[in-house]
Structure formats: structure tokens, C-alpha cells
């Protein structure tokens, strides 16, 4: 399967994977971030999946899901009749459940299903047996049952079984996980948790905001922000999913199953803006308790109930994505200095307050010690955005967001009367101001640079207009603009920075595909500084590249046309609302002036 040929279901503390062929190849549980039962993935049919299918045929004819849900539909054609496989995971009340139901459209079709289910990111076979008619696997801490109406055939580590609907008739399978330790789980009603779970989602979204011109492609965007949250501490996590290669048969390949400061701040911002107060409450709860402590000892990412140790290691059994090595999980960036979380979390707070959240002393207390802690290291290099694994640099980006934090603290300060070293703070804006407009920008060739002192270009750099560090009408940020356009796009998509197969900045060899969230970061720079016409054109580009069922990974390439990266990507889904909101906004309400168009 190619990454876009999956679909996402999930129950927001934990996700799984299915293809097209009905496979589900990748599925984590209890959590986003504990070891998988199914890892073909990254690897092959020995390292776990469950299969369901018609039998003799490799892709289903069509899927989509359930209206506003994430409850997925697929039907399978024969020769003979037509079935559906329903897929979804429960709201969670005790243990987390997988629900697959097969439903008869027409005729008589026969399926087949095949389930091999290993711990431990595909390294543990685990031990499985019939019990009260019903299969039981376990091994080590865990403890699989699965539950169907179908006997399960055994033999060589995996189970089977190949059975016919008829219209009308339904065959659901139940897989729940539990502790190996407790007690079997109570089973539950599949048929009834189905109707159950596609009105909770359909309600979710119907509290959407926006209804602009790309509605579609916003709430399907949300759904998938709202599946990435974990949801008994309000925790997003990047992406579902770790070591989906940024280039096939690279090693850019990272685990994303981490709550990033940074995407979760521009996440908030997103629900914020269309309405959903109490999902963006939730998370704003979990970082103050996730950056309790010293500033110095934040960091820019954290396990999703704020757990800070994310030590990275590499699974060498599992080869990686069409053998993408290595896999890893675990991120060794939670240890990088990175300025630009300080102004990313102090700009998502007061855009919070100014859309209703109610400001509190605790929060304001937290922010004025990040202030400090800023005042004094603010001028240190740092690893950047894009978390290089280079030398540390003074990257422009960096310095940009360091002035966005004192910015928003100077104007929090005015508008809420809270004491603080207003005067301290404002000089020290205007110093870091100053210095990125003199060290940061080339005058030769009209553009900011990535870095003080380098000529090299880099996408954050659309994030200038974008959080007000220059007006749009500005030439330096017409002119950076159009210097990204001319020297990082490939085919109208962006590229974050230069690379090559020896890259100074990032320390890592080979290439990486478009990066879709700077694509839209560009989408949404053209429409400030007056270029509509082309920003729309962009962004309508960029949603086409959705799969079937609205999803979108991290990067895209261009010559193969694939998605690359982790998927699907938060980051990505943030910045495909962000920009259709401002697009929207750009053309009041953009119900007049824009084309109406509904992604693939």
C-alpha cells in the first residue's frame, strides 16, 4: 500500500491504520505511543495485521466514511453481490475496542479474513487459543480477545477463515485489548456501539464554525485533529504513526506519536477559531501542566500525558517502509533547544484569550517566567524549527517567534493590566526586531535568509507576514515571498530549506519530498500581500492532493506523485483550516468570489 492508500479510524486515545485491500497494518494500543499489535506497516505479514476482504480481490471498489465521522465504509464488488466493511473504533469506556462489521449489500459475496496479531512492534508471537468460542492471544503485558459469530481457523502463528453474507445480513468482529494481568473484559453490543459512535462524531462536527467555501475539506480536517487528541488529557499528538519515511529508502524517518508544543499551540488556534472552546480548554490544561517547572527545563515536546523522557532507539527487526531504515521510535529532538515554542505557546494563549477564553493568574504567572527565562537566552543558537541535527545556528525563524513572545506579552500586559517589566519588555521586542532586520535580511537579494549570515532561504520565513513581524505591503516581505517561490518550490510546492546529499544544516543525508504545510504557509502568504487569484489556485492544488477519504501526510513528491511522511499529519490538517479560514476571510466570507469545490 502506498501511504495515501490508508484510511484512519480511532477512538482519541489510539488510531489505527487500513488500506485498501482491508488490511489493517498499523494499530498501537492502549495508547498513540505504546507498542503495536499490527506493524506490517513497517515491515511485511510477519510482523501483524488483520485482513478483510472479498475473496479474489485485492482493492476494495470504493470506500468514504460515514458522513461527519470517522466511521469508514468499504464496499467490495464480485461477480455475485456486493458487501460492506464497516470500521471504527468506540468511544472508549473501559478497554479500547476495534469493530469491524461485515454487512451483505447484495446478493451473495463471499469474504475472507485473515488476523496475525503481534505485540511489541511485530516481535512478539504471541501465545493463542480458543476460549468460550472465541479467540484469546497473550503475551507479556498484553492480552488480545477477539469476538465473532465466525470460527477462526489456526495454523503457522496466524488465524483465518473464509465465510458468506447475504443482503441484509451482518457479521461483526470485536477486538479488544487489555492488561494481560486482568480479568477477561465485558464484550460489547458492536451493532449498537456502531450507531452510538457515528452520531457522537456527526455531532462533534456539526459544531463546526466555518462554513466557507471548503467546509468539506475543514471538518474533515478537524475530525482528524480531534481523532490525534488523547482525550483523558487533551494531548495531540503530531501524527499516529512513526518512521513513514520522508523519501523512500531514506533515514529521515521519525516518530511523531509525541505531542509537539508547536503544532499543538497552531492546533489550538484551529479549534479555536471554529468554535470548539472546550477541546482547545483541554489542551490549554494539559501544557500547564505539561511546562510546569523551571523555563529552562521546558521542552518542545512531550508523551501525551506529559511525560518528558521520549528517549529514541531503533528497532532492527522491522526493515521500515519499503525499507526505509531506520525505524525508530522514541525522538531524541524532545532534548533540542528550540526558541521559537516559547513565542508559538505565548501567541496560542493570547489568541485564546482574545476568542473567549477566560485568562487566569496561574496562566499569566507561567508565561511572565518563559518571559524571563527569553530575556536572558534569546540570543542563543538553537536547533530551529525543523529540528536539524546540525550545528546549532542563529536561525531568522527563531529570532522571529522570540519577538512574537515578547510582543504578545507587552500587548497581554496593556489589555489585561497585569503588572510586569512592561518597559524591560518593549525594549527588548524592538532590540530582537532591530537585530533580525540586520542580520537576517539580504539586501542584495530583496529576502530574509534562513540564518544570520547565510544565504540560504528557508519556508518559516512565510510565517513573517503571517504573525505580523512586517506588514504584507512590506518590499523586504513581497520580496522574501517571491525569493521562496524562485529558489524552494518544486512545481509550485515548497520545500522547507535547501537539501543535498551532504547537508551542513540538517546533518542528515538525501533528499525529502514538498512540505505541505509550508505549501500552505505560501497559499496563505500570496493572498496577504495581494496575489488572491493565486493564492486560491494553491490551495485548491494542495487539498486535491487529499486521498479518497480527505487525508493528508507530511510531505509530498512531486516525481512520483506520493505522499511521504508520517500520516495522517496534524501539522498538515492545521495549516489546510488555518489557510482556508484566512482565504475565506481575505474574500469576506468567501462565498462569492472563490470557486466552490469539494476535495477528492
Known amino acids: 500500500m502506498r501511504i495515501e492508500d490508508y484510511a484512519l479510524i480511532g477512538d482519541t486515545q489510539s488510531a489505527a491504520l487500513i488500506g485498501r485491500n482491508g488490511s489493517i497494518d498499523w494499530l498501537c494500543l492502549p495508547r498513540f505511543d505504546s507498542p503495536s499489535c499490527f506493524a506490517r506497516l513497517l515491515g511485511d505479514e510477519s510482523n501483524g495485521f488483520w485482513r478483510l476482504a472479498a475473496a479474489g480481490r485485492d482493492r476494495a471498489a470504493r470506500r468514504a466514511y460515514i458522513e461527519d465521522s470517522l466511521v469508514l465504509a468499504t464496499d467490495w464488488e464480485t461477480s455475485t453481490g456486493t458487501a460492506r466493511v464497516i470500521d471504527f473504533m468506540p468511544v472508549r469506556s473501559g478497554n479500547p475496542d476495534l469493530v ?5 449489500l447484495s446478493g451473495i459475496v463471499e469474504m475472507t479474513t485473515e488476523i496475525r496479531i503481534r505485540f511489541d512492534y511485530g516481535r512478539i508471537v504471541p501465545w493463542a487459543r480458543r476460549a468460550g468460542g ?9 492480552s488480545v480477545w477477539v469476538h465473532s459469530p465466525v470460527p477462526l481457523r489456526g495454523g503457522d502463528y496466524r488465524h483465518e477463515a473464509t465465510f458468506t453474507v447475504t443482503a441484509g445480513q451482518r457479521m461483526p468482529f470485536v477486538f479488544t485489548w487489555h492488561p494481560s494481568h486482568q480479568p477477561q473484559p465485558r464484550a460489547i453490543d458492536p451493532l449498537a456501539e456502531l450507531g452510538l459512535t457515528v452520531r457522537a462524531w456527526q455531532d462533534w462536527a456539526a459544531r463546526c464554525g466555518y462554513h466557507g467555501p471548503w467546509r468539506d475539506a475543514v ?22 504513526t512513526t518512521s513513514l519515511p520522508e523519501r523512500l529508502g531514506g533515514v529521515r524517518n521519525w516518530d511523531y506519536r509525541y505531542c509537539w508544543l508547536r503544532d499543538a499551540a497552531m492546533t489550538l488556534d484551529a479549534l479555536l477559531r471554529a468554535g470548539y472552546v472546550e477541546e482547545a480548554d483541554a489542551w490549554r490544561v494539559w501544557l500547564l501542566r505539561a511546562i510546569a517547572g523551571r523555563p529552562e527545563d521546558h521542552q518542545i515536546m512531550y508523551g501525551v500525558a506529559g511525560e518528558r523522557r521520549l528517549p529514541e532507539m531503533t528497532l532492527d527487526w522491522l526493515p521500515g517502509y519499503e525499507n526505509s531504515a531506520p525505524v525508530r521510535i522514541g525522538n531524541g529532538a524532545a532534548g533540542q533547544f528550540q526558541l521559537d515554542v516559547y513565542g508559538q505557546v505565548v501567541n496560542a494563549l493570547y489568541r485564546a484569550r ?19 527565562f527569553l530575556e536572558h537566552n534569546w540570543d542563543r543558537p538553537d536547533e530551529g524549527l525543523w529540528e536539524v541535527r546540525g550545528p546549532r545556528r542563529h536561525f531568522v525563524h527563531s529570532k522571529i517567534m522570540a519577538w512574537l513572545a515578547m510582543d504578545r506579552m507587552t500587548q497581554g500586559a496593556a489589555e489585561l493590566g497585569r503588572t510586569g517589566p512592561f518597559d524591560r519588555w518593549c525594549a527588548l521586542r524592538d532590540r530582537i526586531h532591530a537585530e533580525v532586520c540586520d542580520k537576517g535580511y539580504d539586501p542584495e537579494r530583496n529576502t530574509f535568509t534562513q540564518s544570520y549570515g547565510s544565504r540560504e532561504l528557508d519556508a ?23 525569493a521562496v517561490e524562485r529558489e524552494l518550490t518544486s512545481d509550485g510546492f515548497v520545500l522547507r530549506y535547501p537539501v ?11 533528499g525529502e519530498g514538498a512540505f505541505l504545510a509550508c505549501s500552505f504557509w505560501l497559499a496563505q502568504a500570496r493572498a496577504m500581500i495581494g496575489r488572491h487569484d493565486e493564492a486560491v489556485e494553491l490551495f485548491e492544488r494542495l487539498v486535491a492532493l487529499s486521498n479518497d477519504v480527505g487525508l493528508l501526510a507530511e510531505e509530498y513528491d512531486r516525481e512520483t506523485g506520493r505522499q511521504l511522511g508520517n500520516f495522517p499529519q496534524a501539522f498538515t490538517h492545521v495549516h489546510l483550516i488555518h489557510t482556508a479560514q484566512a482565504l475565506s476571510e481575505e474574500v469576506g466570507g468567501g462565498l462569492s468570489q472563490v470557486r466552490r469545490t469539494r476535495p477528492r
Open 354 to 372: 482574545k476568542r473567549g477564553m477566560p485568562p487566569d493568574d496561574y496562566t499569566w504567572a507561567l508565561l511572565v517566567k518563559g518571559a524571563e
Open 134 to 142: 472465541h479467540l484469546h492471544a497473550i503475551g507479556g503485558p498484553d
Open 460 to 482: 518559516a520565513l512565510l510565517q513573517i507576514p503571517i504573525v505580523g513581524f512586517l506588514p504584507p505591503d512590506d518590499p523586504r516581505v513581497i520580496g522574501t515571498v517571491e
Open 500 to 510: 543535498a546529499e551532504v547537508n551542513p544544516v540538517d546533518g542528515l543525508p538525501g
Open 219 to 240: 471538518v474533515r480536517s478537524l475530525i482528524t485533529l480531534k481523532a490525534l487528541t488523547y482525550s483523558p488529557t487533551g494531548g495531540i499528538v503530531a501524527a499516529p
Open 100 to 104: 469491524r462489521v461485515v454487512e451483505g
